[in-house]
């Protein structure tokens, strides 16, 4: 293997570490991993600049970019969001599932963005990322020559879009167990809470006083209220409504 070919296998397994890292350290975070796709695919496949797409199913949303002007991508923002179609690479790789290469997009009958208007480029490739073999995203380099990008910096562009994948999915079961632990301790709460009532019931049976104050301030603060009160209702009404009667417990703000 020729010195150049082994630095760029080096420096692309170092990237690939690197991606792996953010991962680790960023857990339902994904902005610092799509950041670093899109710097490291723009400086390893030589391409001018790079974009990080994630697909609801319906549109495309814009997530990173890495050597875009500020002019090209006021321009390319307003494309974002938008449904895939043929007239963007990204839309392609999309709706195909594979990768696609566009080598000169001024030849390119379908080809349409209006970056085309404020960048100057010429090819381009997309890499959809997939997930159960549906597309949840893509990675897009462009460069300014018309040619093909290499098979090993598509396969680099492929196994960031794994990497990135991988990444979305982490993020979406982090937050599904963050729910389910913000559920069970909230659950946990008003058992705990239920609980007390019935220790004070059953330790001061003519306390109403004392059962009320509590009920009061534990609706309170599960309900976060400002204020909570218990009333009680003796059965006959004036011309203004209900009468309470007794002393009601009420949660301190």
């Known amino acids: 293997m020729k010195n150049q070919d082994l630095t760029e296998v080096l420096e692309q397994q170092a990237a690939t570490s690197a991606i792996l890292d953010v991962i680790s350290d960023s857990p339902g975070d994904l902005q610092p991993v799509f950041n670093m796709i899109a710097r490291s695919a723009m400086r390893l496949c030589h391409a001018r600049f790079c974009a990080v797409f994630q697909f609801d199913g319906e549109l495309l949303h814009l997530v990173a970019h890495c050597g875009i002007s500020d002019s090209g991508l006021g321009t ?28 000169d997009v001024k030849t390119d009958r379908e080809y349409g963005s209006s970056l085309v208007r404020t960048v100057d480029y010429c090819s381009v490739a997309a890499v959809p990322m997939l997930r159960d073999g549906k597309p949840i995203g893509g990675i897009a380099v462009l460069r300014s020559i018309a040619a093909p990008f290499s098979d090993r910096q598509i396969e680099l562009l ?7 994948s991988i990444a979305i999915e982490n993020t979406r079961l982090f937050q599904e167990i963050q729910a389910s632990n913000r559920e069970l301790s ?5 058992q705990t809470a239920t609980s007390e009532v019935l220790r004070l019931i059953a330790s001061s049976p003519t306390e109403l006083q004392l059962v009320f104050d509590m009920i009061a301030r534990n609706a309170k603060e599960l309900c976060q209220g400002q204020f909570g009160g218990v009333f009680q209702y003796d059965g006959e009404c004036s011309g203004r409504g209900p009468r309470s009667r007794g002393p009601g417990g009420f949660g301190r703000m």
Do not use: D
Not at 158 to 164: I, L, P, S
Not at 186 to 190: A, D, G, N, R, S
């Open 76 to 103: 390319y923002r307003q494309e974002f969001p938008r449904a895939p179609g043929p007239e963007t690479a990204i839309g392609r790789a999309i709706l195909s599932g594979r990768v696609v290469q566009i080598p």
């Open 158 to 164: 492929k196994t960031f879009a794994v990497k990135a």
């Open 186 to 190: 909230e659950t946990l709460t008003y």
